[in-house]
């Protein structure tokens, strides 16, 4: 599949499927934008879980997000993994799927946590190989998750908003932007998360995932046990002015609260995002008024007029003109 930029609708904002809510989700049918499944919670032959997962997917937009790929491990791609998963995305024909920036098992073993990868060339080359594979195979847009981490390695010889970045450009896949887990890693490393944001390529950025985190002082864990941060929805406030309308999703996975807590942090995302949205729109409109006034100052074009869209037409303009969102 050739994939070449953001390719996947924009769902709006949505909330992550967790079991505790299924029961209020099929009785109540509450708005929401979207859900986001666990994939491997339903790599299983029938029963319960996939009773659940079908009757909601015949209700709402349902994307799949993976944990166990491992596609930074040193074992090759698990074949039955990917055979089931692909099995999976048959079922719920999901507009896009994702997994991690990780490696989670080594000799067949689990580990059963997404572990940082070294940032090198080496490991860049080996991701996006099998990204691009994984994307072909499973015939349905790809993305990839930066994760939160505690480590680093001394191998690294970039940093990892250019290994992420590297990786989807070559591999021609989506990034999975986790705001939180920028906010997290810059934490514990001690970088800017701002350059994070700026720096990857917003175009790819297929997903959006916010999500509380607990603070220990020194470290902080990304457990997923609560709202959003004021700093982290500012992170989000940012993305969104440079990435435009982009799905999000809020994961909350630990002291799981009722459905309509969850709902109304989803709501505050959405309204944040509905500002940020709006800000964007000012500033391209305020940046094409200020070149079609600077072009209307140039002698040469004094001929040229402006429609009544403040559009300059003709010539080199309209190439100009064509493309003026926030430049990145
Ligand atoms: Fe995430």
Redesign the pocket.
Known sequence: MENTKRIVPDLGVGMGLRVPHYAHILEHNPEMAFFEAISENFLVDGGKPLYHLDRISEKYPLILHGVSLNIGGADELNEDYLKRLKELVRRVKPAWISDHFCWCGVGGAHLHDLLPLPFTEEVVSLVAERAHRIQDYLEVPFAL?NTSSYLDYRHNTMTEWQFVSEVVERAQVGL?F?V??VYVSAYNHGFDAFDFVRSVPHERIFQI?M?GHTNRGTHIIDTHGGAPIDPVLDLYRTTVELSGAVSTLL?WDDEIPGYDTVASEVVRISQIRDDALRRRAGKSESQRMATAKALSLIPERAGVTLDGHGWVQGGPRESAGADHGVSA
């Open positions: 998750e999975m986790d939180n887990n995932h999500a994961e």
